[in-house]
């Protein structure tokens, strides 16, 4: 098959790349390049350009013919989304818009979209399912339920398909360190720590220590960046095959709090990382752990790197590579 694949340069992205090269599929990569990585293409054939340029979008894409769209491309800084709404709306929703209207224009009718846990908000139950009430609490979140809505509805009005995947924390390195996390800002927590522990970052922030919860951290349930991308190819694989629109979760089902995490990342470093406490951060919620039985079931799709120690031992390959 031959996919298109927008902010293949990025984090998940590249990885989703990495797996459809493996399984023999042929890749063209839609990035600006403004937080993506030209290394992390991987030698895949590239087209430079911004979805916020319809005019632009169009010419760069005419006369191609893929057989489905990965969609990745989008802001994803929670702190930044809030200080810059407009900014994110024209990014992640005006950008994702342009997109689907060129794809159904080019009959590329197939399309597995990247979305966030954010979309959820604070939490009703121990578990999140699909099913739980929407009701982000950041611009971030609000963004990716808005192109969620968009979606479903060209979905409903035309013979178009799309999958939304709603994954939660994503972590850690490809097994073969070829691929890695590498943003600029990172805000994320296990680089963060890793690079604390290597010497080539700051001493770690922990932002709130007085949640709910057992240690006073909050909880995340964090997947392996591999699983992930072998979500995206089973969701590809179903859409062909499924009219409509649907969304599944992604993530492993455990809460791990930021202590446990620190913990791991001093085990897999072997070495004490250099901290220090802050405040909480505006539009965190205290925990936020997946029920992932609909993407099991339906997508025949089971997370293979489910041990946190795993997942931060494979981060810290990378970081030290």
Request: charged content about 20%.
């Amino acid at each position: 098959m031959n996919y298109l694949v927008t902010g293949g340069a990025g984090y998940i992205g590249s990885h989703t790349v990495k797996a459809l090269i493996e399984r023999g599929d042929d890749v063209t990569i839609l990035d600006n390049f403004s937080t993506g990585h030209r290394w992390a293409t991987q030698g895949q054939r590239i087209i430079e350009v911004d979805l916020r340029d319809l005019h632009l979008l169009r010419s760069a894409l005419s006369g191609e013919t893929f057989d489905g769209v990965f969609h990745f491309a989008a802001k994803s800084l929670v702190a930044e989304s809030n200080q810059r709404p407009l900014f994110y709306y024209q990014n992640n929703v005006a950008g994702t818009a342009n997109l689907l209207e060129v794809a159904i224009e080019n009959n590329w009718m197939h399309f597995v979209f990247s979305s966030s846990a954010a979309v959820y908000g604070t939490p009703e139950t121990a578990l999140i399912a699909e099913d739980h009430s929407t009701l982000p609490i950041n611009v971030y979140g609000k963004t990716k339920l808005a192109m969620e809505g968009m979606m479903q509805d060209v979905c409903a009005a035309q013979e178009f398909s799309a999958i939304s995947l709603r994954y939660f924390n994503a972590a850690g390195a490809a097994l073969d360190c070829s691929l890695g996390e590498s943003h600029e800002p990172e805000t994320h927590l296990i680089p963060n720590a890793l690079k604390a522990a290597s010497g080539s970052g700051q001493p770690l922030t922990i932002f709130g220590y007085d949640y709910p919860t057992p240690d006073g951290t909050c909880i995340r349930d964090y997947i392996h960046v591999e699983d992930l991308a072998n979500a995206h190819l089973k969701a590809m694989d179903y859409v062909r095959n499924h009219q409509g629109f649907e969304v599944f979760n992604l993530g492993n089902g455990q809460g791990f709090s930021v202590k446990d995490v620190f913990s791991a990342c001093e085990r897999a470093a072997g070495k004490s990382i250099p901290h220090v406490l802050g405040d909480r951060r505006k539009g965190d919620p205290t925990s936020l752990v997946s029920d992932a039985t609909k993407a099991r079931k339906i997508l025949a799709w089971e997370p293979l790197h489910t041990k946190l120690e795993g997942i931060v031992e494979s981060a810290w390959a990378w970081e030290t590579k």
